[in-house]
T-cell receptor
Framework: GESVGLHLPTLSVQEGDNSIINCAYS??????FIWYKQESGKGPQFIID?????DKRQGQRVTVLLNKTVKHLSLQIAATQPGDSAVYFC?????????????FGQGTTLQVKP | EAGVTQSPTHLIKTRGQQATLRCSPI?????VYWYQQALGLGLQFLLW???????NRGNFPPRFSGRQFPNYSSELNVNALELEDSALYLC???????????????FGPGTRLTVL
């Protein structure tokens, strides 16, 4: 069915450590994935995306890894800062169907301890 | 560059009333999307508009409707409000079908709808 699942609802890390947020997806036909960050009272903010023809993509302090074999996506945040505290969502596009629809996971709350 | 804007920020209605929410996309974007984010739940896709046409809708009843104007802004209308319609309504935009459509959707801050 349509679902994007997250392994942990809450992740607590020490400031300066690296964070890894995981996501499982169910549709093997999906070819585009996005990570969003949502701070309290705000809309989701685009962080990084990756297409299915790639295994890894890096941004500023963030890396997304895609494992199509096990349908798994992860977001790595280097040197986590207090400003990284938020809910992180992975989202999946249904690929060639061009539905305009993103399917979101339930979100992982990242808490950064000073 | 201005992002996606939404109005109002908050909206309080009573059961049975109608609500109208508004969205202005990023300049140059012609596709507009609406999502519902109920408390404790993820985002659920509602509607997609491109070039003034409804391109897709999610699994919501017909009392959720909308439109897109010639300037690409959009309205979401919710009729006969029910208590469970209370949620954050998010609008997103992207490049449209006629201008190099991409799947990357950029979100606005949302409208918090409370139904009493």
């Amino acid at each position: 069915g349509e679902s994007v699942g997250l392994h942990l609802p809450t992740l607590s890390v020490q400031e300066g450590d690296n964070s890894i947020i995981n996501c499982a997806y169910s549709n093997s036909a999906s070819d585009y994935f996005i990570w969003y960050k949502q701070e309290s009272g705000k809309g989701p903010q685009f962080i990084i995306d990756i297409r299915s023809n790639m295994d890894k993509r890096q941004g500023q302090r963030v890396t997304v890894l895609l494992n199509k074999t096990v349908k798994h996506l992860s977001l790595q945040i280097a040197a986590t800062q207090p400003g990284d505290s938020a809910v992180y969502f992975c989202a999946e596009n249904m690929g060639s169907s061009n539905t305009g629809k993103l399917i979101f996971g339930q979100g992982t709350t990242l808490q950064v301890k000073p | 560059e201005a992002g996606v804007t939404q109005s109002p920020t908050h909206l309080i209605k009573t059961r049975g009333q109608q609500a109208t929410l508004r969205c202005s996309p990023i300049s140059g974007h012609t596709s507009v999307y609406w999502y519902q984010q109920a408390l404790g739940l993820g985002l659920q896709f509602l509607l997609w508009y491109d070039e003034g046409e409804e391109r897709n809708r999610g699994n919501f009843p017909p009392r959720f409707s909308g439109r897109q104007f010639p300037n690409y802004s959009s309205e979401l209308n919710v009729n006969a409000l029910e208590l469970e319609d209370s949620a954050l309504y998010l609008c997103a935009s992207s490049l449209g079908l006629a201008s190099g459509y991409t799947d990357t959707q950029y979100f606005g801050p949302g409208t918090r709808l409370t139904v009493l």
